[in-house]
Nanobody, 128 residues
Framework: QVQLVESGGGLVQPGGSLRLSCATS????????IGWFRQAPGKEREGVSC????????VYADSVKGRFTISRDMASNTVYLQMNKLKPEDTAVYFC?????????????????????WGQGTQVTVSS
């Protein structure tokens, strides 16, 4: 049974940092590509980043490039999203998701339809 559990969200001031964790079970990160998404109130879910199962290569949305870093710990089956220089517009519920079909992030990494399993989300609020 595949499960993904996000943690690490919270309230942070603009310019601050947070590290989100996506603890996975029932899968291995060398077989499942993992994506991070976010959804702000009244907005569509947005793909933020992706890390490939095959080689750990990464992709980022333009809105977070240079500020966010996705990484993985194979031993603990955990994927991280390090978020630096946070802005109020980063406020959202953040989700991780697993793709069981593709070993690499594709051009559709930002589409919810690409992923098969989802976590419950963790709230990130950037405010002074």
């Amino acid at each position: 049974q595949v499960q993904l559990v996000e943690s690490g969200g919270g309230l942070v001031q603009p310019g601050g940092s947070l590290r989100l964790s996506c603890a996975t079970s029932g899968l291995t990160l060398d077989l499942y590509t993992i994506g991070w998404f976010r959804q702000a109130p009244g907005k569509e879910r947005e793909g933020v980043s992706c890390i490939s199962a095959s080689d750990g290569s990464t992709v980022y949305a333009d809105s977070v490039k240079g500020r966010f870093t996705i990484s993985r710990d194979m031993a603990s089956n955990t994927v991280y999203l390090q978020m630096n220089k946070l802005k109020p517009e980063d406020t959202a519920v953040y989700f991780c998701a697993a793709d069981i079909e593709r070993r690499r992030c594709t051009n559709n990494y930002h589409s919810s339809l690409t992923y098969n399993y989802w976590g419950q989300g963790t709230q990130v609020t950037v405010s002074s």
